[in-house]
C-alpha cells in the first residue's frame, strides 16, 4: 500500500516539475507535495494535571516554498499593500499592552497572603534544589528537605532565618485522649514585643482615655476594684470565635483576640492620623489587627462539648496572668492585657456560654398542649418568655426590667472561664457582645431587604413574578450604574430573595453582608421612582430604609466613642427603622401576606438602640460605640485562617495551619 501510495507521488512529481528539485548536499532527486498530518506529539502529567498536545491540517504552502524564484532580491515592504505590515505591527503592540495591563490588573487582585496562591512546600523544595548553591546557604537548606513531608523542613528553615513571626506554640490537654497546638497569648504578645510591633498590641497611647470613658459606662467592673492596675498600661480586648471551612466544607473554629482600640473606619478616619479621636478597631489587615490563639476542627469537640470549654478556659487562664502579673517590656513599664467581652454570631456565643436563652428558644408554631413552656430567646433579658414578648419593639418595652443585676442567669452553669477573667460580677451575661454584623447585616437587614424588593415586585404591573423581576433587575443596573455601586451577584431571582412562594416570608439569601444595605436603598429607589404614590406601605419602607441607613452611617463616621449627640441620633434613627418594621409587618399581616418575618434578631436590635437611647439621656458624655463589638473584619480573618486550613495535611491540620498563618502574619506585618 505504502509503495503504491510512493509511486502515485512520483508520477504526481514528474507531471509536474514544480513539485520536484534536485538536493544541493548529494544531487538525489526530491519530490514535494501537499500531504495531511494527525497525531499526538506527546503527553506530560505534573501534580495530577494531565497534558497533551496534538496537530491535525493540511499543509498548502509547500508547492510555492520551493519555488526558488526572486529570493535573492531584497525585500520591499513597500511594494506590500499600503499599510499593511504597519498596522499589523501597531495591532501586535497594542493587543501585547492590554493583555500586560490586564495581567497586572489581575496580580493586583491576588492576595499573595492567600494560601491558594501560594506555592505547596513540596513546590519549594523542588525549585530550592534545582537553584542551591553554596553562595545561598538558606535556598541550600530547603534544598535537602524530603519531598514527602517537605513542610517539617519549611518550617525549620523560616524560624532559622527569620521569615516567620516564630511564636512558640504549646500543646494543651482538651482531654486525656486529645491535645491540640496553642498559641499562648503570653507567648504571643511577647513575640510581638520582641520583634518591635508593640503599637499593633495597644491599638492606640491614650489608653487612659478609654478606661476614663469606659468606667463611667460600667462602674461595676470587678477591675476598678483594684489598686495595683495603672491605666496607661492597661491594654483592652476582645476575644472572637467562628466557625470556618476546612476541607470538605468541615467546620474549623478559630479563636483570636485583638485590641478594642484601632484605626477607625474608612469614614471616621480616612487617614491614619494619632491626633483624631479614639477609632474602633475595623482598619488594616486582619492578620495585623487579630492575633491567633488556635483552630480546632469540629470533629474535635462536636460529641465532647467539654473539650471546647477546656479550649476557652485554657485562653482565659493565659489571660487571667497577663492581667495580674503583667508582662515587663523594659524601662520598666508593666503592660498588663484584660479581655472584657466575647464577640461573635450567636451560635458561637450560644456555644462559649451554653446559654438557654438564645434565638433556638422560640416557637416555631401555634402554642399546643404539647408545647413547652418558652424559657426565652434572648442571654441578656426575659424576653421571648410567656411573660415578655420580644415583639415588643417600643421604647420602654415589659423585658427592660429583666436586664442588667436583675437579668436571671441564661446558663445551668456559670462558665468555667469566668473564674479566671475580671467581669462585671451583677451582670455576668453582658460579657457576651451584641454583633450588628449578624444582627442587622446578615440578619434582619436581609428579611427587610428580601420582603421591601418583593413590595417593589408589585410596582410594575406585571402578570407574573418572572416578567417582574426582569424588570427588577434591569432597574437595579441602573442604579448601580448611577451610584458607582456594586453587589456579589448577577441578577435578582426568587432564591436569592427567599421568596419561593406567596406563604413563605421573603428571607434574602445573599451572602455578602455589604449587599444588605445597597438593596435596602435599591428597594426604596424602586417604590419612590416607580411606586404609585400615596400607598403607606411603600412611604414606611422609604422612611425605614433611610432611618437605618443614617443609623449605620452614624456610627461609622463616630469614634470608638460617641459624643452625646451621635448616641442619640443613632438610637433614634434605630428605634425609627424597627417602628416602621412592625408597622409594615402589621400591614402586611392585616393583608394577609407573609412579608417583614417578626424575628428574634429585631429584638437584639432593639437592645442596641435602646442601650444608645438611655446612655445618651443618662448625659454620658462618652459612649461605646457598638461597631467595636461587631465582626466586620474578624470574618475577613476567619476567612483567611480557614483558607490556609485547606491547604495543608490534614493529618496534622491545627499544627501546619497555625505554621502557616504565622508565616503569613509576619509577612503583612513586615509590610505595613
Given at each position: 500500500m505504502a509503495m503504491k501510495r510512493i509511486a502515485g507521488i512520483i508520477a504526481l512529481a514528474d507531471a509536474n516539475p514544480s513539485l520536484r528539485r534536485t538536493n544541493k548536499y548529494d544531487e538525489e532527486m526530491e519530490y514535494w507535495v501537499d500531504t495531511r498530518t494527525h497525531g499526538t506529539r506527546g503527553t506530560n502529567e505534573v501534580e495530577g494535571v494531565r497534558d497533551s498536545t496534538s496537530a491535525k491540517g493540511k499543509v498548502d504552502s509547500l508547492a510555492d516554498s520551493s519555488k526558488p524564484e526572486d529570493l535573492d532580491k531584497?525585500?520591499?515592504?513597500?511594494?506590500?499593500?499600503?499599510?499593511?505590515?504597519?498596522?499589523?505591527?501597531?495591532?501586535?503592540?497594542?493587543?501585547?499592552?492590554?493583555?500586560r495591563d490586564k495581567l497586572n490588573k489581575f496580580m493586583e487582585r491576588l492576595d499573595v497572603a492567600d494560601a491558594s496562591v501560594s506555592a505547596s512546600a513540596k513546590h519549594v523544595a523542588t525549585v530550592a534544589k534545582a537553584f542551591a548553591t553554596e553562595a545561598n546557604p538558606c535556598l541550600a537548606d530547603m534544598a535537602k528537605a524530603p519531598l514527602n513531608d517537605a513542610e517539617k523542613t519549611l518550617q525549620i528553615m523560616l524560624?532559622?532565618?527569620?521569615?516567620?513571626?516564630?511564636?512558640?506554640?504549646?500543646?494543651?490537654?482538651l482531654c486525656d485522649t486529645c491535645s491540640v497546638p496553642m498559641l499562648r497569648p503570653?507567648?504571643?504578645?511577647?513575640?510581638?514585643?520582641?520583634?518591635?510591633?508593640?503599637?499593633?498590641?495597644?491599638?492606640?497611647?491614650?489608653?487612659?482615655?478609654?478606661?476614663?470613658?469606659?468606667?463611667?459606662?460600667?462602674?461595676?467592673?470587678?477591675?476598678?476594684?483594684?489598686?495595683?492596675?495603672?491605666?496607661?498600661n492597661l491594654v483592652p480586648l476582645y476575644i472572637h470565635g467562628d466557625g470556618g471551612r476546612t476541607y470538605r466544607r468541615d467546620e474549623l473554629m478559630v479563636i483570636a483576640f485583638q485590641p478594642i482600640l484601632g484605626?477607625?473606619?474608612?469614614?471616621?478616619?480616612?487617614?491614619?492620623?494619632?491626633?483624631?479621636?479614639?477609632?474602633?478597631?475595623?482598619?488594616?489587615?486582619?492578620?495585623?489587627?487579630?492575633?491567633?490563639?488556635?483552630?480546632?476542627?469540629?470533629?474535635?469537640?462536636?460529641?465532647?462539648?467539654?473539650?471546647?470549654?477546656?479550649?476557652?478556659?485554657?485562653?482565659?487562664?493565659?489571660?487571667?496572668?497577663?492581667?495580674?502579673?503583667?508582662?515587663?517590656?523594659?524601662?520598666?513599664?508593666?503592660?498588663?492585657?484584660?479581655?472584657?467581652?466575647?464577640?461573635?454570631?450567636?451560635?458561637?456565643?450560644?456555644k462559649s456560654g451554653h446559654l438557654t436563652r438564645t434565638f433556638l428558644h422560640i416557637r416555631k408554631g401555634p402554642e399546643g398542649p404539647k408545647s413547652k413552656p418558652l424559657k426565652g430567646c434572648c442571654w441578656l433579658c426575659l424576653a421571648g418568655s410567656a411573660q415578655f414578648d420580644f415583639e415588643n419593639l417600643g421604647y420602654n418595652p415589659e423585658w427592660l426590667s429583666t436586664t442588667g443585676p436583675k437579668n436571671p442567669p441564661p446558663w445551668d452553669a456559670v462558665p468555667a472561664f469566668f473564674d479566671h477573667v475580671p467581669h462585671v460580677v451583677q451582670d455576668k451575661a453582658s460579657f457576651f457582645t451584641l454583633d450588628l454584623l449578624h444582627i442587622y447585616h446578615l440578619g434582619v437587614g436581609r428579611d427587610f431587604g428580601g420582603s421591601a424588593l418583593v413590595v417593589a415586585l408589585g410596582v410594575y404591573g406585571r402578570g407574573s413574578v418572572p416578567e417582574a423581576l426582569e424588570d427588577l433587575n434591569a432597574d437595579l443596573r441602573c442604579f448601580l450604574k448611577s451610584s458607582g455601586k456594586s453587589v456579589h451577584f448577577?441578577?435578582?431571582?426568587?432564591?436569592?430573595?427567599?421568596?419561593?412562594?406567596?406563604?413563605?416570608?421573603?428571607?434574602?439569601?445573599?451572602?455578602?453582608?455589604?449587599?444588605?444595605?445597597?438593596?435596602?436603598?435599591?428597594?426604596?429607589?424602586?417604590?419612590?421612582?416607580?411606586?404609585?404614590?400615596?400607598?403607606?406601605?411603600?412611604?414606611?419602607?422609604?422612611?425605614?430604609?433611610?432611618?437605618?441607613?443614617?443609623?449605620?452611617?452614624?456610627?461609622?463616621?463616630?469614634?470608638?466613642?460617641?459624643?452625646?449627640?451621635?448616641?442619640?441620633?443613632?438610637?433614634?434613627?434605630?428605634?425609627?427603622?424597627?417602628?416602621?418594621?412592625?408597622?409594615?409587618?402589621?400591614?402586611?399581616?392585616?393583608?394577609?401576606?407573609?412579608?417583614?418575618?417578626?424575628?428574634?434578631?429585631?429584638?437584639?436590635?432593639?437592645?442596641?438602640?435602646?442601650?444608645?437611647?438611655?446612655?445618651?439621656?443618662?448625659?454620658?458624655?462618652?459612649?461605646?460605640?457598638?461597631?467595636?463589638?461587631?465582626?466586620?473584619?474578624?470574618?475577613d480573618y476567619i476567612g483567611r485562617v480557614s483558607r490556609l486550613s485547606r491547604r495543608v495535611s490534614a493529618r496534622k491540620l491545627c499544627l501546619r495551619t497555625i505554621q502557616r498563618y504565622l508565616v503569613a502574619t509576619r509577612v503583612e506585618l513586615d509590610a505595613e
Open positions: 531584497g525585500w520591499n515592504h513597500e511594494e506590500q499593500a499600503p499599510g499593511v505590515v504597519k498596522d499589523s505591527l501597531q495591532r501586535h503592540m497594542n493587543e501585547a499592552v492590554t493583555s524560624r532559622k532565618w527569620d521569615l516567620t513571626l516564630n511564636v512558640p506554640w504549646t500543646y494543651i490537654d503570653t507567648d504571643y504578645l511577647a513575640t510581638l514585643v520582641e520583634k518591635g510591633y508593640l503599637h499593633k498590641l495597644l491599638g492606640s497611647s491614650r489608653l487612659r482615655e478609654f478606661w476614663t470613658n469606659y468606667k463611667k459606662e460600667e462602674p461595676n467592673h470587678e477591675l476598678f476594684e483594684h489598686d495595683f492596675v495603672d491605666y496607661d484605626l477607625g473606619t474608612r469614614l471616621s478616619h480616612p487617614q491614619k492620623l494619632t491626633t483624631a479621636k479614639l477609632g474602633v478597631n475595623l482598619k488594616g489587615h486582619s492578620f495585623t489587627t487579630r492575633f491567633l490563639v488556635g483552630v480546632m476542627p469540629k470533629s474535635v469537640y462536636k460529641d465532647n462539648p467539654e473539650r471546647f470549654d477546656n479550649f476557652l478556659t485554657a485562653t482565659m487562664k493565659d489571660f487571667e496572668q497577663l492581667y495580674f502579673r503583667g508582662m515587663d517590656i523594659g524601662n520598666g513599664r508593666v503592660l498588663r492585657f484584660i479581655p472584657l467581652g466575647l464577640k461573635g454570631d450567636l451560635p458561637f456565643l450560644s448577577r441578577s435578582l431571582t426568587r432564591d436569592l430573595l427567599g421568596f419561593p412562594s406567596e406563604g413563605a416570608f421573603p428571607c434574602g439569601h445573599w451572602s455578602k453582608a455589604s449587599d444588605t444595605p445597597i438593596l435596602i436603598d435599591f428597594a426604596a429607589w424602586v417604590l419612590q421612582q416607580r411606586g404609585p404614590g400615596g400607598v403607606r406601605l411603600h412611604s414606611i419602607l422609604i422612611s425605614a430604609a433611610g432611618a437605618i441607613g443614617f443609623f449605620m452611617r452614624t456610627l461609622l463616621r463616630g469614634g470608638l466613642w460617641l459624643d452625646n449627640d451621635e448616641a442619640a441620633a443613632a438610637g433614634r434613627s434605630a428605634m425609627h427603622f424597627l417602628a416602621c418594621y412592625q408597622k409594615a409587618a402589621e400591614i402586611c399581616f392585616q393583608a394577609n401576606t407573609c412579608r417583614f418575618n417578626l424575628v428574634p434578631k429585631l429584638h437584639c436590635l432593639h437592645h442596641v438602640a435602646l442601650s444608645l437611647c438611655t446612655k445618651a439621656g443618662s448625659g454620658l458624655s462618652a459612649t461605646l460605640n457598638p461597631l467595636a463589638q461587631a465582626t466586620f473584619q474578624d470574618e
